[in-house]
């Protein structure tokens, strides 16, 4: 599978551009970028061509991998999807249910596969849990906190003007909710959404299981109070989200396999588009019940 990436940042810098060099069973075809000289920079890093023109590295590939703020993400991959290439995206899918609408009816379209890059649904000791988990069930209440320290250290994300606009609830939400949707079952609906310090946002959520769920998100959280955890209380007792030992470019390569299988077999990976625009669909939910509050 020939894969062309989109994007120049420090996400594609560190995760795909390493992940898709060194995958035996993929060929990192070229890069494309908004600012040209970042992508010959990036290109000329591993190696491969960098293009001037996104049209012409989607013609020349059979999927794209996208490392681009989702508004820009949302928009070339409907594209490179009504262009027959197959789609490895970030999260979140798109800013909107609209536009990230249009992105699952090009690949519906299309039939062309996609896989959403959730990192930790991509990571081993995490991916194993959430399955036990899903297959165990019973269970009555979660507990998901994801505390990010983006915007209270030197990191390399704090200068997204997207995450700045949307905050924790975009950037880390659908982490949380991709471990939680797939044990606890569909989110029926957003019960409360309120602000925390900051960014910080608190979500209540009521799953078609009978379990509820409380999600506390964040990317302004003191350094040492950053981390992720995530407690199930059940029929079977209390477990927690195990901690990864796997690194970002291990889980793309993960991801970069789902693809292949995908669009191999035809059969949709669980976190293909379709999901992905379910996750919109509830952090969109959850931002309307937060406006409504702060009106």
């Known amino acids: 599978m020939r894969i062309g990436l989109l994007g120049t940042g420090p996400w594609a810098r560190t995760a795909h551009a390493p992940a898709l060099s060194g995958h035996d069973g993929v060929e990192f075809a ?5 600012r040209p000289e970042a992508a010959r920079e990036l290109a000329d890093q591993y190696g491969v061509r960098a293009y001037d023109d996104v049209d012409e590295l989607i013609a020349g590939v059979d999927a794209v991998a996208v490392a681009l703020p989702p508004e820009v ?3 070339l991959a409907a594209r490179a999807a009504r262009a027959g290439r197959h789609l490895l995206l970030d999260k979140p899918l ?9 992105v699952v009816e090009a690949v519906r379209e299309a039939g062309v596969a996609s896989v959403v890059f959730f990192t930790t649904r991509f990571q081993r000791e995490p991916r194993a849990w959430i399955d036990e988990q899903a297959a165990a069930g019973g269970w009555f209440t979660a507990r998901a906190q994801w505390m990010g320290a983006v915007f209270t250290t030197d990191s390399p994300f704090a200068a997204s003007p997207w995450r700045r606009e949307k905050g924790a609830l975009w950037d880390v939400g659908p982490h949380a909710l991709s471990v939680l949707l797939p044990v606890l079952g569909e989110a029926r609906r957003v ?16 799953h078609e299981s009978g379990a509820s769920s409380t999600l506390t998100l964040s990317l302004t959280a003191p350094p040492a109070a950053a981390g992720a955890t995530v407690e199930l209380r059940g029929t079977t007792g209390v477990t927690q989200l195990p901690t990864a030992t796997e690194s970002p470019v291990d889980a793309l390569t ?7 299988t995908a669009a191999d077999t035809g059969t949709p990976h669980p976190c293909d588009a379709a999901f992905a625009l379910r996750v919109t669909e509830i952090l969109a939910e959850a931002e309307n019940l937060l406006e409504e509050a702060s009106a």
Request: charged share 25%.
């Open 30 to 34: 070229g890069v494309w970028g908004r």
């Open 73 to 75: 993400q949302a928009d």
């Open 94 to 102: 798109a800013p909107t249910v609209a536009e990230g609408r249009a």
């Open 191 to 206: 019960t409360a959404a309120a602000r925390g310090p900051r960014d910080t946002v608190h979500l209540v959520l009521d």
């Open 254 to 260: 993960h991801a970069a396999d789902a693809l292949r």
